[in-house]
């Protein structure tokens, strides 16, 4: 590396906008380990997302936008579980250390841990092996909710309310575009940029979150596809869940980009939403639908938690035979990627 690990972290990592002071963080960076204050009556919430080039995230993307997008990503984990953002660690194993690029992608990181007040605390930054030059983030964040206050994914009910913010779709259809794989000719240029953007830079819903855990009985965020994670809500509350496809927020952009007969597919099972699905009992929904226009968040109400297992589509209601399944890295067959995206 042209200057060692510690000049990296002291010039891009220790950054103000990036390793800044807050309530939750006693000492930040430069001791063995960070030093975290976790107030009485407040549970400790941590999740840990890696990303790897090739597989999470294209080679050679803007340093700028994965700056934000890896920790947005992390920070939605910390939204699903209704979580007060405290601080992050990061891990890096870097091809080289590109001054440029550590500049870029540490300033990307700051935009975000600064708009959520949520510092950088420490870290480890290492040189990949010579023989597999590939850049890996890890990013661990860390939380915090009042004692019994977190939204779980086992809290569904039967009768409950389904609910996703923002729409579905659009990140994977960014993605198909960044990757060649659309007839782009089929939306305007601003329609390409919306559906890039939601790719690079998903919405942030921590906010909105906060309101969520007095109102919903349950909560994931959509990563790998509303079809694999709203079944993970499902299963883990012992019941099923029964979709309305009609109901299911598209944008504009993306109905113009993709063909009719693909917005189930990609819309149900592209991933990289970033978008919360929840459950909401059904004399709260009034309540919850308020709360969310004050936030400024856009929901939709989708369908509702019934007895039984797995998620039923309906469509007037009539049940549809759909077989859509999300993103899996270790699919049965064992080979590397289950479905015709070959990135995560
Ligand atoms: P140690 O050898 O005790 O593990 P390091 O020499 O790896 O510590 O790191 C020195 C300090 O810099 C520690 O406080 C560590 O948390 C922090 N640090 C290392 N890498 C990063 C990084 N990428 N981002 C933020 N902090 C980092
Ligand atoms: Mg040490």
């Known amino acids: 590396m042209a200057s060692d690990e ?3 972290i002291r010039r891009y990592f220790q950054r103000s906008e990036l390793a800044f002071a807050a309530p939750g963080v006693a000492l930040g960076i430069g001791d063995d380990c960070a030093l975290l204050r976790v107030g009485p009556g407040q549970e400790l919430v941590m999740s840990m997302d890696l990303l790897q080039e090739g597989v999470h995230f294209l080679p050679d993307s803007d340093p700028y936008l994965l700056g934000q997008r890896v920790l947005l990503v992390n920070l939605s984990d910390l939204a699903a579980m209704g979580a007060q953002p405290v601080c992050f660690t990061l891990a890096l194993s870097l091809p080289n250390a590109d001054p440029q690029w550590l500049e870029r992608f540490s300033a990307g990181l700051g935009v975000v841990a600064s708009a959520h007040a949520c510092p950088l605390v420490g870290g480890d930054t290492t040189a990949c092996h010579p023989d ?11 939380g915090s909710a009042p004692q019994g206050a977190a939204l779980l994914r086992n809290g569904a009910q039967e009768g409950d ?10 990140a994977a259809a960014g993605l198909m575009l960044l990757q060649g794989r659309a007839r782009d000719e089929r939306a305007t240029p601003a329609q390409r940029q919306a559906l890039i953007a939601a790719f690079h830079l998903p919405e942030s819903r921590v906010r909105a979150a906060l309101r969520l855990r007095q109102l919903a009985s349950a909560a994931i965020d959509i990563s790998d596809g509303l079809a694999s994670d709203l079944g993970h809500i499902a299963r883990a509350s012992g019941l099923g869940a029964v979709v309305n496809v009609d109901a299911l927020p598209l944008s504009e952009a993306f109905r113009a980009l993709i063909p009719p007969q693909d917005h189930l597919a990609l819309a149900l099972g592209g991933g990289d939403d970033y978008e919360l699905c929840f459950t909401v009992p ?8 308020q709360q969310m226009r004050e936030a400024g968040t856009p929901v939709a109400c989708i369908g509702h938690i019934a007895a039984g297992s797995g998620v039923r589509w309906q469509r007037d209601g009539e049940t549809l035979d759909l077989n859509v399944r999300g993103y899996n890295h270790f699919p049965a067959s064992g080979t590397a990627a289950s479905s015709s995206q070959e990135r995560r």
């Open 161 to 170: 309310m389904i609910y996703v913010t923002g729409t579905l779709g659009d």
């Open 282 to 289: 059904s004399d709260h929904t009034e309540m919850l639908e």
């Open 6 to 8: 510690f000049d990296i």
């Open 132 to 142: 597999h030059r590939v850049l890996t983030v890890c990013i661990q964040v860390h």
